[in-house]
């Protein structure tokens, strides 16, 4: 037979288990069954946009180009100083611009297929070609001389 004090023990260790028991109960799973039937609800929160900036286009100043005939200063090809003329022709690979009229002067840059450039200074003919100084209207650095087999004029 069990002694008192090994009762009391025993009873002590039971209470101490049960008394755990619940503790870990409402802390974990009756809190828990209480989140699970709580539904949050979203915040929407409506920013307003922005407002788009316009721009009056009639402050703005075009360049106007004045084309002069010159009938001395006309290419075979209906080319002349005053026009604008597109680069064409080159499948892609760009046409030198070069800093003096002549295959062997020196390649500034090369202009795009289809870059847009004014019509400045020439004819002049050498190489085998006829060469046209030209101006890029929106980069200045972008100038100087190339052959005109490579230009469609572009008609306003």
């Not at 070609?129 to 087999?149: H, M, T």
């Amino acid at each position: 037979m069990k002694t008192a004090k090994e009762r009391i023990f025993w009873g002590a260790v039971l209470v101490c288990i049960l008394c755990g028991l619940y503790a870990f109960l409402a802390l974990n799973g009756l809190s828990h069954q209480n989140n699970m039937q709580y539904t949050p609800q979203a915040a929407i929160t409506i920013i307003p946009g922005g407002t788009i900036p316009t721009v009056d286009l009639g402050l703005l100043t075009s360049p106007t180009a004045t084309a002069t005939f010159n009938p001395e200063a006309t290419g075979q090809s209906g080319i002349r100083t005053g026009l604008y003329v597109q680069i064409t022709g080159t499948e892609g690979a760009g046409l030198n611009i070069r800093n003096n009229p002549g295959t062997s002067s020196e390649s500034l840059f090369i202009a795009n297929e289809s870059e847009v450039f004014l019509v400045v200074g020439g004819p002049i003919e050498m190489d085998g070609y006829i060469w046209w100084q030209l101006n890029a209207p929106y980069d200045k650095s972008r100038q100087g001389w190339a052959a005109e087999n490579y230009f469609n004029i572009i008609i306003p």
